[in-house]
């Protein structure tokens, strides 16, 4: 797949019912399996007040079941003719380990995120069948030594870069690969209540704190007075001068630098042309397209 089919993937099941197109229609160029795995939920938590993590099982051979960081799940539900197209939040590790796999749903009137809201219980059963071409690809990172990655995200956007930043943190704790010498997060979102995997993310930097740095963007939230463990700017949006500033900070590793972004269009946009704009290869950024 050449680099701008890897970069214009798309992320389905936000806003999908204001499309003309489907989740299968628009991703029908991307590469998926061909197998159908049925899966069981197992387990469902409210993550935000508006999105919800559902946990799921399969209820075949998990040996079937395989899956990159970054890649989305077509998913079949029980009495609704859509199909809905959901990131994997989880890692692959961690289906290796307790053979279960995760989404992080945002509430909408589309029918399968709809349904899964609404209607979803523990024990009910879905197919799914995974795609997609925004990865990180852990083996190919090695050959090409990459060493160094920037994860920039708005809104639901930190879905599919969750499963690649634990993922990397992971391949780092169990010493698999060669190490990745730092990776920079820059979240964007408009309140905290919205900030998904925020434990999460502080968790493994927490734990990696000499790797991971964070930095945490309120667009509509005044600074409160109330401790919060990470680095926040409130009333502020990633900006130019902030990613040339980042970008600065790398410039003796931009031969080893990768950059993943994933977005509403219009700040993907934005970000990817700062990114070129500050001396970074447009080979090393990948985005995927919500729409």
Known sequence: MVQQEQQRGVISGKNES???????????????????????????????????????SPTSSSLQFSFLPGQWLDVFL???????????????????????????IKYSGHPPAKWLHEQANIGDEINARVGGEFVWNSSKERQDQIGHVIFIAGGVGINPLISM?????????????????K?????????????????????L???FPG????KYFLTRDDPKDERRDGEFYYRQ???????????????EHLERLKCFVCGPSAMEDDVITWLKESGVDEKR?????WW
């Open 165 to 181: 930043l634990e993922s990397i943190c992971q391949d780092e704790e169990s010493n698999q690969y060669e190490k990745i010498k």
């Open 205 to 207: 930097q927490q734990q």
């Open 78 to 104: 029980p009495n609704v003719p859509i199909v809905g197209g959901f990131s994997l939040t989880s890692t692959p590790q961690t289906f290796t380990k307790t053979k279960t796999f995760e989404l992080a």
């Open 237 to 251: 949006r990633i900006n130019k001068e902030i990613l040339t500033n980042v970008v600065e900070k790398e410039k």
């Open 211 to 214: 790797l991971l740095e964070c």
């Open 18 to 56: 204001k499309n003309k197109t489907t989740h299968l229609e628009r991703t029908n160029h991307l590469e998926r399996q061909k197998i159908m795995i049925p899966s069981r939920i197992i387990g469902i938590e409210q993550e935000t007040p508006t999105v919800k993590t559902f946990k799921f």
């Open 183 to 203: 990776i920079i997060l820059l979240y964007s979102v408009r309140t905290f209540s919205e900030l998904l995997f925020y434990k999460r993310i502080e968790g």
């Open 285 to 289: 950024v990948l985005f995927e397209k």
